[in-house]
């Protein structure tokens, strides 16, 4: 099942490489957890002359939501930096599936 991915920019159209790069990424999760439903996006920055720009992503699993803000220079770099917490958080949640497996498996 592929999974469904929501870019939302705030006050501001996202240029289609922004989008294409984000979508690009978050499809490297699959392969922590295939069962990612969705994956929502929302892009935002301060105005001038602080122009940080932001990104939060958010992943719903089919029993737990993940989220992840990070800011940067420009969006690719915060979707980076976001995606990164976000493929700790998807590896942390696939060991403790592994870990109950392992336990179960250890009690028959």
């Known amino acids: 099942m592929k999974m469904k ?3 939302t920019a705030r006050h501001f159209r996202a240029k289609e490489s922004t989008k294409d790069y984000i979508k690009a990424r978050l499809e490297s999760f699959e392969k922590y957890n295939e069962n990612i439903l969705h994956a929502d996006v929302i892009l935002s920055y301060d105005k001038p002359p602080a122009d940080t720009k932001y990104c939060e992503i958010i992943i719903k699993l089919r029993d737990k939501l993940l989220t992840a803000t990070e800011s940067a220079v420009d969006f690719e770099k915060a979707t980076d930096l976001a995606a990164g ?8 949640v696939k060991d403790k599936i592994k870990a109950k497996k392992h336990k179960n498996a ?3």
């Open 5 to 7: 991915i929501n870019i």
């Open 85 to 92: 917490k976000i493929e700790i958080q998807l590896y942390k």
């Open 106 to 108: 250890n009690i028959k």
